[in-house]
């Protein structure tokens, strides 16, 4: 690791390679100077010693020949030894013509041969290697005899004294080798420091940062060289946004924006995008964009999407992305192909807009529609129901009222039984009528004084044949002195049905029949209604959404969940509570809390049986209604009281009847042909408006609007088809007592 970095050092640094190339050199001038050095003063004091010890050796030769004749051999073997003893003498040879050591400081070499005697006449020096240590051998030949002197000396006093001036030599190389390298490093720094501020402006340029300027602090070639870099920034800088501007531009955009590689490799990301799908931004670049794509479909090379991409057509895509909990985000999605001069694809870039409130919108949009659907179908249903009404109220009418007549009279027990089963019958078709007449109308709003546990009956009563085919048993726990409380009842019938009906499908769907309970009771100063079924339950999760706008658990198709919504906004605006109470498998109970207000004026509407009184008989009545059926029964029953009766089945003929004849009373029809009930009664306010204060009317559909509100603004008494034999009685004996009252 520490020479990789050295290496790095050196090839990355100029002032480094400066001071190398300086030593380097500086070296290689001292290696060669030391050697020309070496050799140089080595010859000179080898050759300076080689002459001293041949002129040793030229007199010792000249001493040994004078020996060898006069002396002899005592004395030339003395000037041998003691000239071996000299300091650099290694031997001393005095050498026969024949090679045989003559002589010799070493006394084992007396007699040897030399082998090569390599004598020179001519007395030039030879090397002498039979020794370890480097020596030189001089070899001078004597005058007579042919005897060769040989003598050998070291060298090592020659190499001490180069190598001495050698080190001599190296440290002052040394010393030099450092100060000129400082030189060099500090004028290698007074350069490259520019050199490497202007390398990290050409950086900071190159990301952006176009302000950046490098400081000129010389007027030569780096001088020039930092004033041009700072021209280019500044024109760069009035040309070219710079990256801080182009990332503030990104990072401010509610868009998420995605840059994604050939490889479809994240690249970068902005602020939004990591808003949206709950990553950090070192999460999501180099992940694979197809990651985070809920649909199989993702935006890289070789999709349909990329192709659209190519081809600019990618705009307003609507795909889903899936965020870091997993949850799915539906998105716009818009893209674009970045390509290089050659044409080729370098990366792709992506918005994506997250537009899941506009999708809840237009979920919202399309619930409300089914709903307003479902509303107008209610409406036509309404219609519908009210043509029915009077239609089928038409014949009950005669049936009832027949079916009482027969009764009346003196029969056979069988048939009066018989008959009692037919009339109770048509008395359940009639109210059975009277409940769909009731929740197919839109009544307006109105608060009345009511009897709760009569509403909830009567919406029993309406959802009595589903419970009964569907084996739902029903066991009403209602309390006998439940107080009576100012209310909307067509509001609260909605309520207490919207409740019953669900329990109704939640039982059926666990079990395919159920028990419902359904108890009232006074509570402190509250009327409590509760509906207890033994359906499936409610998760805890979603019992405290079951009220929220739009939330339903069933399948699409099954509920729009405004229900439960609209049941809550009812029972708020009468300042009451509802709730629900349940477990999972252990059904379900439903309480709806009423606060009782007291009566304000209105009294609850209560059949109160009255003592018949004085009857007028002889009295001449009118009857209008187009069913013979009812004409004759209405004839027959007041005929028989004494009353004189005529009857017709148009407007205009008892027009004609009114101008000719007087009536005491007139019982009229609303739906008539032609002309209508109401609109007659107008012509009879016109021509007699006494007699006008004597018209009642009989009709099959008091719900309908225009009926109920003509009745609310001119009070003209009514009695609704099928009626009572004796009800009628008593109220056509009530208008002509009334009458003569007033005559008097």
């Known amino acids: 690791m520490i020479k990789k970095n050295a290496v790095r050092w050196y090839t990355r640094s100029f002032a480094s390679k400066a001071v190398l190339f300086v030593s380097l050199l500086i070296i290689a001038i001292i290696a060669v100077q030391t050697f020309v050095f070496i050799h140089t003063e080595t010859t000179y004091l080898q050759d300076h010693l080689i002459e001293d010890k041949r002129s040793s050796a030229e007199l010792l030769a000249i001493n040994l020949g004078v020996a060898q004749t006069v002396a002899g051999f005592a004395f030339q073997s003395n000037l041998i030894e003691e000239a071996g003893k000299t300091g650099d003498t290694v031997y001393v040879r005095f050498v026969k013509p024949n090679g045989e050591i003559y002589l010799s400081n070493i006394v084992e070499e007396r007699g040897a041969f030399i082998t090569d005697p390599a004598i020179n006449t001519d007395r030039t020096a030879v090397r002498d290697d039979i020794y370890d240590s480097e020596s030189i051998k001089v070899a001078v030949s004597p005058a007579s005899g042919g005897y060769t002197v040989w ?201 994506a807009k997250d537009i899941t409130k506009r999708k809840q919108a237009e979920k919202r949009e399309q619930q409300l529609q089914q709903e307003l659907n479902r509303a107008s179908r209610m409406a036509s249903i309404g219609e519908l129901a009210a043509g029915v009404a009077h239609e089928i109220n038409n014949p009950l009418t005669g049936v009832i009222g027949f079916s009482q007549l027969l009764i009346s009279r003196d029969i056979p027990a069988d048939i009066r039984k018989d008959l009692k089963v037919i009339n109770s019958e048509a008395q359940r078709v009639a109210k059975i009528v009277e409940n769909l007449l009731i929740f197919a109308h839109q009544s307006e709003p109105g608060r009345e004084y009511i009897n709760i546990n009569h509403i909830i009956s009567s919406v029993l009563e309406l959802r009595s044949y589903e419970m009964k085919v569907h084996n739902i048993e029903v066991v009403p726990r209602f309390a006998p002195d439940l107080p009576c409380t100012m209310a909307d009842a067509s509001q609260l019938q909605q309520v207490f049905l919207n409740i019953i009906t669900n329990a109704e499908k939640e039982m059926i769907k666990a079990h395919n029949k159920g028990k419902l309970l359904v108890r009232t009771e006074k509570i402190g100063d509250n009327i409590r209604a509760s509906f207890t079924d033994d359906g499936p339950g409610i998760s805890k999760e979603n019992l405290d959404r079951i009220f929220d706008p739009f939330f339903t ?57 009255e003592e018949e009184p004085w009857q007028q008989r002889g009295a001449k009545i009118l009857v209008v209604d187009d069913e013979t059926c009812i004409l004759n029964f209405l004839k027959r029953v007041l005929t028989e009281q004494g009353y004189q009766v005529e009857t017709v089945d148009r407007a205009h003929k008892a027009l004609e009847r009114l101008n000719s004849e ?17 609109e007659l009664y107008r012509r009879i306010q016109a021509m007699d408006p006494a007699l006008a204060q004597r018209v009642m009317f009989i009709t099959g559909d008091v719900m309908e609007k225009t009926t109920r509100d003509f009745f609310a603004q001119t009070k003209v008494p009514h009695i609704a088809k099928p009626f009572n034999i004796e009800q009628l009685k008593r109220d056509i004996n009530s208008i002509l007592t009334r009458e003569q009252v007033r005559q008097r």
């Open 662 to 678: 007087k009536y005491d009373l007139i019982l009229l029809d609303i739906k008539l042909p032609g002309m209508s009930g109401i």
């Open 151 to 351: 003598l050998g000396f070291s060298l090592d006093r020659v190499h001490a004294a180069v190598n001495e001036r050698v080190r001599d030599i190296l440290l002052v190389s040394l010393a030099i080798l450092i100060i000129v390298n400082f030189i060099a490093y500090f004028i290698a720094k007074r350069i490259t420091q520019p050199l490497k501020e202007l390398r990290e402006g050409v950086e900071a340029i190159g990301k952006g940062n176009l302000d950046y300027k490098v400081d000129v602090k010389s007027q030569d070639e780096i001088g020039e060289l930092a004033k041009a870099f700072n021209k280019m920034a500044d024109d760069l800088q009035k040309t070219t946004v710079s990256k801080e501007y182009v990332d503030n531009i990104i990072g401010s955009m509610l868009d998420a924006l995605i840059v994604v590689d050939p490889e479809a490799k994240i690249m970068k990301v902005n602020k939004s995008t990591c808003e949206l799908l709950g990553y950090k931004e070192e999460e999501l670049v180099g992940k694979p964009v197809g990651t985070f794509f809920a649909k199989a479909e993702t935006p890289f090379k070789g999709t349909e999407l990329e192709k659209l991409i190519e081809q600019g057509q990618l705009r307003n895509y609507e795909t889903d992305l899936k965020a870091k909990d997993g949850k799915t985000i539906p998105v716009l999605l818009g893209g674009s192909v970045v390509k290089d001069k050659d044409g080729n694809m370098t990366y792709m870039v992506y918005t």
């Open 553 to 609: 658990t069933r399948e699409v198709g099954d509920g729009t969940g405004l229900g439960l919504s609209i049941c809550h906004g009812i029972i708020a605006q009468h300042k009451g509570r509802i709730y629900a109470d349940s477990k999972l498998g252990k059904g379900a109970t439903f309480v709806v809390e009423l606060p009782i207000v007291a009566n304000t004026g209105q009294t609850e509407k209560t059949e109160v049986i």
